[in-house]
T-cell receptor, first 113, second 116 residues
Framework: GESVGLHLPTLSVQEGDNSIINCAYSNSASDYFIWYKQESGKGPQFIIDIRSNMDKRQGQRVTVLLNKTVKHLSLQIAATQPGDSAVYFCAENYGGATNKLIFGTGTLLAVQP | EPEVTQTPSHQVTQMGQEVILRCVPISNHLYFYWYRQILGQKVEFLVSFYNNEISEKSEIFDDQFSVERPDGSNFTLKIRSTKLEDSAMYFC??????????????FGSGTQLSVL
């Protein structure tokens, strides 16, 4: 069936370095993609989103890149900080009338001081 | 900043018992959702709700599950007869709209349900 998956389950980086978290999706009909951050014991927290008519979107210290040709999504975090340590999920929205999100398996980002 | 609130944060119940998980979505949001996350696994969609009706539900959301918006602020998930495999973190979410700039889902902190 359709699914969203992550390439790297764990990513360890040094404080101050840039982080790149990757995600593959399989539903070419998906038109909206979101990155969520989940800290221990908390719910998913919205980071950034992107629509299928864009290939790049920037936020504060974060950039999302979308490559529809290979169905790939990435999250770049600049100057990674210890507070960025969390599990990061990509999610896709198939569209339609319900805003249902399909989540990937998550990548644990560990920032070393 | 407005947030989705969920109560209780932890719920322990015996197998076969009924549980009600409660959520207060963001006040101007119109679309409501329940998701769950079994330990170490993906966040999974359960149900979406709009205009006092279920919009979509997953295969997980069987006859043992129901949702209700009993008043203008609360949104509840009821499990009639809990099973061991219902043990999970249950997240409520809400969004202002379906499309456009306001379709982002905002999640609560979750209720950890443990079925013994």
């Amino acid at each position: 069936g359709e699914s969203v998956g992550l390439h790297l389950p764990t990513l360890s980086v040094q404080e101050g370095d840039n982080s790149i978290i990757n995600c593959a999706y399989s539903n070419s009909a998906s038109d909206y993609f979101i990155w969520y951050k989940q800290e221990s014991g908390k719910g998913p927290q919205f980071i950034i989103d992107i629509r299928s008519n864009m290939d790049k979107r920037q936020g504060q210290r974060v950039t999302v890149l979308l490559n529809k040709t290979v169905k790939h999504l990435s999250l770049q975090i600049a100057a990674t900080q210890p507070g960025d340590s969390a599990v990061y999920f990509c999610a896709e929205n198939y569209g339609g009338a319900t805003n249902k999100l399909i989540f990937g398996t998550g990548t644990l980002l560990a920032v070393q001081p | 900043e407005p947030e989705v609130t969920q109560t209780p944060s932890h719920q322990v119940t015996q197998m076969g018992q009924e549980v009600i998980l409660r959520c207060v979505p963001i006040s101007n949001h119109l679309y409501f959702y329940w998701y769950r996350q079994i330990l170490g696994q993906k966040v999974e969609f359960l149900v979406s709700f709009y205009n006092n009706e279920i919009s979509e539900k997953s295969e997980i959301f069987d006859d043992q599950f129901s949702v209700e918006r009993p008043d203008g602020s609360n949104f509840t998930l009821k499990i009639r007869s809990t099973k061991l495999e219902d043990s999970a973190m249950y997240f409520c979410a809400s969004s202002e709209a379906l499309g456009g700039a306001n379709e982002k889902l905002f999640f609560g902190s979750g209720t950890q349900l443990s079925v013994l």
